[in-house]
């Protein structure tokens, strides 16, 4: 049963007064969710740099409201008061070794620009959690038909491609009709934080689902899984596998609804693939050979240059253990003529941060997702409701986390700009569960030494990233420069733009 929550159910010193700006930047939230997949919304940039730039004015956008909101700012700082001790000690050093990292590194800017993005993420990430505390029933709702509006606009996109394929004479590649995409890894990273929670809709629906409101969230959730066969990402379906796998041993049968809407929509999603690309060779002429082998006729084995690029990261960590060669560093100069990062996400962190960091990161996350998996053991045996929290909310979130962090071994899942949003608006939506289940009253005011550091924080961040991003974007051109590119590259490498390669 779903209940309101009053201010009197809020830690301490919470309010809802002058949080207008936040409810404002969930809603842009929602809409970067809903339309940034499949709407092209500043072509000039190219789809790659369009989603770093709306990215980037969403962050500073939280990063000034947090600046100029003294009571947004202060519930803010409440809630940082709720993560353990521990845990803002740990992530106070990955700072510092990073700034470290930063002055050692070849091209500082360059390193400052790639921390700044972080800690805007980082103050994102538990602003999304503190909207998830005070407006928990407007943030799932929005959250929720935002990820099926994005389904709908991704759906219309693929299949007003795949009509148009119809009628040119040439080949059917499955890479062009993700339209809204420069590759179509970058919507598969998408898909990993996603598809987990499509199904939402019709769990926390208050009524069992009926007519329009079953089947059209149905329709939508299979369309996603067709999206995903269609797609053939190794990375999104391994994720995807043990997810369930570890969904199915923590939570067991008290998440068989969520496998039960998920199952139904990936043999519907399945269905639909089947019918469209291996069933007309069959009764017809028509050749979707290009379709199949770019699906599931894709070889197991090929690490697409993986292998290589891991090669190098583990040369840099040998080389700089401690520190790294410095944030966003591993495009700077590595000529490997296939990527600007390792598309492993632990090595990227211990090669361009340090071992120190990649192993304080790695303690933050399993930390983190065993409190989860307690808190949700004890939540979904409960029969008398949880209030504002659905108990299906953590094998749902939990799965998302697992896909996404299992893709982000093979992918640059932390690196692109859809999925690093996807990425905190997931932990932020967890982060908010967690604390509003037993909200805690800080063991000290907010001091003035309190309150500056935490102003410090956003604005140092927000000025990082924007000396970083305005020489860019007053020589845009040259980011599409391709003469410095290695001959055995493809023309764009991409990292924090299209063009990712740095020191050039």
Known sequence: MMISKTDADLPPA??????????LLLLLLGAYIA????????????????????????????????IIQAKLR?????????????????????????????????????????????????????????????????????????LLFSS??????????????QIEPVPLLHWDLFVNFSHIRFFSQFQSWTLPLIVLPLLLSRTTPKGLQL????????????????????GTMLGLIIATIVTALTFGRHALPWFKWQGLALLTGLALYILLFLLPPLLSAADTSAIQNGT?????????????????????????????????????????????????????????????????????????????????RVRLRQTDGCGTIHPLLFPALLASLITGSTHA????????????????????WMLGIYFSTAPMTPKHGITAKNQLLWLLLPLLASTGLLAGIAPDLLHFGELLNTTHVPAEATHYMPRFWQQGLICG
Not at 14 to 23: E, G
Not at 220 to 231: E, K, M, N, V
């Open 14 to 23: 919470f309010n809802r007064d002058n949080l207008s700006a936040s409810t």
């Open 35 to 66: 339309l940034v997949p499949s709407i092209d919304l500043i072509p000039v940039l190219g789809r790659y740099d369009e989603k770093r730039l709306l990215e980037c004015i969403l962050l500073l956008l939280a990063g000034f409201c947090l």
């Open 74 to 146: 202060q519930n803010w700082i409440l809630l940082t008061q709720q993560l353990s001790s521990h845990t803002r000690l740990l992530m106070a050093g990955v700072l510092t070794l990073g700034l470290l990292s930063a002055a050692q590194a070849t091209a500082p800017d360059r390193a400052i620009l790639d921390i700044s993005l972080y800690v805007l993420l980082f103050i994102g990430c538990l602003l999304i959690a503190l909207q998830r505390q005070l407006q928990p029933q407007f943030f799932d709702a929005l959250l929720l038909k935002a």
């Open 152 to 165: 709908a606009f991704s759906l219309l996109a693929f299949f007003s491609a795949f009509i148009a394929a």
């Open 215 to 234: 089947w059209l969230p149905l329709l939508l959730a299979s369309g996603w899984w067709f999206l995903l066969f269609s797609s053939g990402t190794r």
């Open 296 to 376: 599931i006729g894709r070889a197991l084995s090929n690490s697409s240059g993986r292998f290589h690029l891991w090669q190098v990261a583990l040369s840099m960590i040998t080389e700089h253990p401690w520190l790294g060669v410095g944030p966003m560093h591993y495009a700077c100069g590595v000529t490997n003529g296939i990527g600007a990062h390792p598309h492993n996400s632990l090595l990227q962190i211990a090669a361009e941060w340090g071992l120190p960091v990649a192993l304080i990161v790695v303690i933050i996350a399993l930390r983190g997702a065993l409190a989860w998996i307690r808190l949700g």
């Open 409 to 428: 071994l093979f992918s640059g899942v932390i690196i692109m700009p859809l999925s690093q949003i996807t990425m905190i608006l997931v932990f932020g």
